[in-house]
């Protein structure tokens, strides 16, 4: 709008959007939940991206969707006609592949772009013909990329690091980020005295403990990954990881023979993968789904997962090794998060209602109501159920550094801080992604995004 500007305000699951004017002044909250806006060019239309439940959504204008995602939306641009928004459909919750989208005010959309790795930062060239972003196919180091509404991509550019393009000027110059990215996997195992540093290649994504926390399920996203990535096996910090196969880890399963790993092939794979001697065996669900988005094991053998069908919002299911058929324990949008959600009585999964109001459940694998769980909030994140079952660990809500590993007490609602997570070396670090935490609390796990960059304005590109 002319005179103010839009700003985003961080908290917990989201953001509110503010106005401020450009003048000075105390910013004014217009809009909450809202994790990415662009104005149009006469400032009279905001495009903004909501989450819904378990979907997320575009609203163009603001309080009118026009798409809906299972998985991320980021990036919204407004087209310099106004009529149309580009935006990034990251399909798998919780990572950055994705497509390229263009939607118009009424919900028409178009798949530009589609099977990066990895894909985020995106602009609409002043004549509209093009949208250029920021994007790899294998590894995590992006380059510039555009693409026109027929669908016909090129390299703009690339450099020996990410490119990530923040905007382009009426001129035709290009604002951009040359960025060294890393992920890493930081802790402290069993036996460890003080916090190490556990990556191996440049992004190392740790999703599971060992029993103990001696050590750690990981998956190899990025350049040493390939593009279905990799799934590793490390037994103790003092030796080598064992390659496993292809995919992205989630598991180990209670027995340690196995891990699951979603591959995401077309059509996507559910994959056990032997920790030892062995087969690949590979789950045939008897559905289609257009992305799996996590899986874990149940005490009996079985396995659960998180999936949606083309079109519909997650939904949990669960199924026999030996089964052929995936069967659904829950209703679209009721969710769980990564972090060990069986109950320990292996008769419940922590999940999560899409609402409003969302709440936490107790629910039930073999059917029956639903046992909520006012200890809870919505914005805690789970990690671990304590060993006796009667607390969870949390991740509490905020944002940035130190990260608070809270112990909740189901019964009587009690918190108190377990401990408070801060790199030795916070230089860079832009965000913690997952968080492990062993059932005893000691031993723990976490992803820290690293990323020293440099800002450039870029002339003559084309």
Known sequence: MPGEMGILRAEAGGARLARAPLEGGTPRDVMEGVSAADWSGDGRTLAVVRASGARTRLEFPAGHTVYETSGTLISPRVAPDGRHVALVDQSMLGNTLGSVVVVDANGAARRLSDGWLTIGGLAWTRDGREVWFSAARAGTSRSLNAVSLAGRERLVSRGPASLILQDIAPDGRALLTHAHERSEALGRLAGETTERDHSFYDWTHATDLLPGGRG???????????????????????????????????????????????????????????????????????????????????????????????????????????????????????????????????????????????????????????????????????????????????????????????????????????????????????????????????????????????????????
């Not at 993968?273 to 005490?299: I, K, N, Q």
């Not at 409003?356 to 029956?368: K, N, R, T």
């Open 216 to 462: 750690l399920v990981f998956t190899a996203e990025g350049e040493g990954g390939g593009p279905l990535y990799t799934s590793y096996l490390w037994r103790r910090p003092q030796e080598p990881p064992v390659r496993l196969g292809e995919g992205h880890t989630t598991e180990l399963s209670p027995d340690g023979t196995a891990v699951l790993s979603m591959v995401r092939s077309a059509p996507p794979r559910l994959v056990v993968l032997p920790t030892g001697a062995g087969e690949v065996r590979t789950l045939a669900h008897g559905r289609t789904f257009a992305e799996h988005h996590w899986a874990w094991w149940l005490p009996d053998g079985r396995v659960l997962f998180l999936a949606n069908e083309p079109g519909h919002a997650p939904q949990l299911f669960a199924q026999a090794l030996d089964e052929a058929v995936a069967h659904p324990i829950a209703p679209e949008g009721v969710t769980a998060y990564r972090h060990k959600p069986i109950s320990p009585d292996g008769r419940s999964v922590l999940a999560l209602t899409p609402g409003p109001p969302q709440q936490f459940v107790l629910w039930p694998l073999a059917g029956g109501p639903a046992r909520p769980l006012p200890a809870l909030t919505p914005r805690d994140r789970p990690l671990q159920w304590s060993a006796d079952g009667r607390a969870l660990f949390v991740r509490a809500a905020g944002t940035g550094l130190p990260v608070r590993i809270e112990r909740v007490d189901l019964a009587s609602g009690r918190r108190t801080l377990q401990s408070e997570l801060r790199p030795d070396d916070a230089a860079g670090i832009v965000s913690v992604g997952d968080v492990l935490v062993s059932a005893d609390g000691q031993a723990y796990a976490y992803n820290a995004h690293r990323e020293l960059s440099e800002l450039f304005l870029v002339a003559g590109l084309r």
